[in-house]
């Protein structure tokens, strides 16, 4: 708990910095390019190498596809439904079924499942989370958003030059290898900034702005992600038996709220930017509450 509890903290130190004016503007796209392209490579660098490879990583490789395509076929249902337009109906694609898996993620398991436990989140997140947002998502966009219909050379282009999935492949082919001692403490190093530029970033672009008629697709947006989601990963990992670190890993990783990133994605591509906004920034404080007690359970 004081693990989350330093979460909460630094979350409202990135509100109070928001509402003082006190960092220029972008300064949270700065940070949040900084975890992309140094925090996040640096910690799978450190914790992908630890790892004995078995058929316990199949389940944080493969459940990901498991609650994306429940939660997308949910979706698609309630838009048929309630005749949801297409902007609607796009939102809820990209962000009831993609979840922030690591910049929230990572943080949130390591304080409430322990550090053991980070590995198999990074491998859900790199195989799942992360390949969903660059082939799932650009699908979505292209055909809900005005963006063209994207090719299957652009899609790899995105995927091979992305630097965290760049890190894992090194991780991967170094496994075995030991470090360097001073290439140890660099990567420690960097990847202990995770926690506070994470929060930070996500606090100074907290935004929860929301009319009459996107309550509903709200609400039913995030009991997809935050409830539905978790609920289908648990199945399956007790139907299977498994109850260890990646079992607990995989599920708290299905119950994390709406991505930023895929939630910046559909403002982008004009799909209901408010609807976005507000997905992205209750699910992430209702996730204060939700990701506690499922931890609890687990």
Request: proline residues 7%; charged residues 10%; positive net charge.
């Amino acid at each position: 708990m004081n693990g989350l509890a330093v979460i909460f903290a630094l979350l409202l130190v990135g509100v109070a910095l928001r509402r003082l004016n006190a960092l220029p503007a972008g300064t949270a796209e700065v940070l949040n390019r900084f975890v992309l392209h140094v925090t996040v490579p640096a910690l799978v660098l450190l914790r992908i190498p630890s790892l004995a490879f078995s058929r316990t990583l199949l389940l944080p490789a493969l459940l990901p596809w498991v609650a994306l395509a429940a939660s997308a076929a949910a979706v698609l249902a309630f838009a048929r439904l309630r005749a949801l337009d297409r902007a609607t109906t796009g939102v809820l694609l990209m962000l009831a079924p993609l979840g922030n898996t690591s910049f929230l993620g990572f943080p949130m398991v390591e304080a409430l499942l322990g550090r053991d436990a980070l590995p198999y989140a990074v491998f859900y997140d790199q195989f799942g989370s992360f390949v969903a947002v660059t082939t799932y998502g650009s699908i979505v966009l292209a055909r809900c958003g005005a963006a063209g219909r994207p090719s299957l050379r652009s899609v790899l282009r995105r995927v091979l030059t992305f630097p965290p999935f760049l890190a894992f492949l090194v991780a991967l082919a170094t496994r075995g290898l030991a470090y360097p001692a001073p290439a140890v403490a660099l990567l420690e190093a960097l990847a202990s900034t995770l926690l506070p530029l994470i929060m930070i970033a996500v606090g100074l672009q907290l935004r929860i702005r929301l009319e009459g008629a996107e309550r509903l697709p709200l609400a039913f947006g995030l009991a997809v992600k935050m409830l539905l989601a978790p609920a289908i990963v648990l199945a399956v990992c007790r139907a299977v038996g498994a109850h260890d670190d990646a079992a607990r890993a995989s599920i708290l990783e299905s119950a994390m709220p709406p991505m930023v990133t895929a939630g910046a994605l559909a403002s982008a591509a004009g799909l209901a930017p408010r609807l976005a906004a507000a997905l992205v920034g209750l699910g992430l404080l209702l996730s204060f509450l939700t990701l506690p007690l499922l931890a609890r359970f687990l």
